[in-house]
Every structure is written in C-alpha cells, then in structure tokens.
C-alpha cells in the first residue's frame, strides 16, 4: 500500500465547507473565529454468534478511507477513533452520539450494497452500549457526581427485550453543556452536566458494553448477532460519532503579510 500523509486536513473558512467534515484527515472548520470544530464518525461491526459474546462486549471505532476500492485504495481505513489534542492546543469535547444501524428501506429499488446488511444485536436486558473515552482498556464512566464534563463526552442505549436493536440510538448525556440555571448559591452540583471535557493529549474513544453508565469496568456480558442474520450475510453495526473544539493555532506572519503596504508593492517609497 502506498504511504499518504495523514490528519492533513485543512480548517476551513465557514463558506467554503459544503460536505460533512472528513474525520479521517481531521478536517475542521472555523466555527467561530479562533476555534476549530470537528467531527469523528466511526464504526465497529459485530459479526459473532451468541456463543462468543464474552470476547466482544469492548469495542474500537473505525473511520473509514475516503478511498472506496479496498483492493488499492491508498489511504487504509482508521482502526481506532482518536481526538486530537495537546497541552498546548486542548481539546473540548462537547458532544457524543452512539447508533446501531438501520438498512436504509430501498422502496422495493435496486441499492448498493444490496439491503438488507444490517442486524440487530443480541444482548442482556438492561445492559448498555456505552460510547466515551478510554481508559487504557476500560472506560471512565459517567459518575453521578460530575467533576469534569465526563457526561459531555459520552452516549449510551439500553438493551431491550435482549436485543440492541437496529435504529436505536442516542445523543451526549448531557445533550450540549451549557448552562441553563443554578441555585441561590450557585454550588458545584448547578454545572453536573453543564461542562465540556477537556483533553491534553490524543484521546481514544471506544464503546463498552457496561452494567451501568457509571461503571469503570468492562462488566456487560457481550453482544453477537443471531445465526440467521450470520447466515445471511448480515452483520451488525455500531456507529459513533464525537464532536468537539480546539483552539487555533497561534497567528503567524502568513495571516497578515499579504495585507501590509511594502515599498515593492506600491511603487517606491514614500520620499
């Protein structure tokens, strides 16, 4: 496979962003002058029967090549979903969205790929798919005091009837953390769910199937899809999507050279 530089996406100005941003090349735009916004979508696929669900219930997210023919597509898929950051440049991450995914009905037309793909998944009643970031191997959580704006990075869904079902899905738990009011003594509680998470380094985001939301362990009992949809051809997938903000990198001389009067431009001095 040829070598292509990556995360060499441009941040681009408002009016010249007309697709979805790449997460692949982490494209980001100026969504407000002197912030940079992006987005990461990804996915994992679930292909196992019931009888190996315990060796799948922790899950990274892929992002996928821009480049569509696998055979020599030059850039290779992404196989974990990481936000950028640095102690110099942090990262906010204000929202967080986990999906299971539906086949698009096709209205009886032909469709590629040919519906349907999709699957739900199997799982415990009760249990969750929780999408936040990582903690080495196992996931932060969301406690049920909030310190840090964990509830900002992170989405979950619950099992139903032991099934994550197709379509279901979720956005941040604390949907967009702003604030919105506080008590006479404005106390600590008044910003539970009312702040960004910060990051200073690259973070990885996965999805854990848990117990509970504010479990730090990987405690679920794994997911799979059933044996028809496996014979099928069919398979499930869990979809994920972050957002977040990071300043602008500082001003350099390219921003404002091409605006200051030089004796060569304008024709000589002013003697």
């Known amino acids: 496979m040829a070598t292509y530089k990556s995360s060499a996406g441009a941040i681009l100005q408002p009016g010249n962003q007309i697709n979805k941003l790449s997460g692949y090349n982490d494209e980001g735009v100026f969504g407000w002058p002197g912030i940079e916004a992006f987005e990461l979508i990804g996915f994992a696929k679930v292909t196992n029967l019931s009888a190996d669900k315990a060796s799948y219930k922790s899950f990274d997210l892929t992002v996928p090549s821009p480049d569509r023919r696998p055979d020599d597509r030059v850039r290779d898929d992404r196989t974990t979903l990481v936000v950028q950051a640095s102690s110099d440049r942090p990262a906010y991450i204000y929202g967080a969205s986990i999906g299971i995914a539906q086949d698009i009905p096709a209205g009886g037309l032909a469709t590629f790929p040919a519906s349907p793909v999709t699957a739900d998944l199997g799982g415990t009643t009760g249990e969750l798919l929780l999408l936040g970031p990582a903690n080495g191997a196992v996931p932060f959580g969301v406690p049920g005091t909030q310190l840090n704006g964990l509830a900002a990075a992170s989405s979950s869904i619950t099992a139903g009837s032991s099934l994550f079902a ?9 949907d967009i953390p702003f604030w919105t009011t ?25 999805v854990f199937n848990v117990d509970a939301i504010t479990d730090t362990s990987v405690s679920g009992d794994g997911v799979f899809i059933s044996q028809d949809d496996s014979d099928a051809g069919r398979a499930g997938y869990i979809l994920g999507r972050v957002n977040y903000l990071r300043p602008a990198a500082g001003v350099t001389w390219n921003d404002i050279q091409g605006f200051i009067d030089f004796a060569s431009q304008v024709g000589g001095g002013d003697a």
């Open 166 to 174: 197709q379509g279901a899905g979720d956005t941040t738990v604390a």
């Open 182 to 206: 506080v008590t006479s003594t404005i106390a600590r509680a008044d910003a539970a769910n009312s702040m960004m998470y910060k990051v200073t380094a690259d973070t990885t985001f996965k």
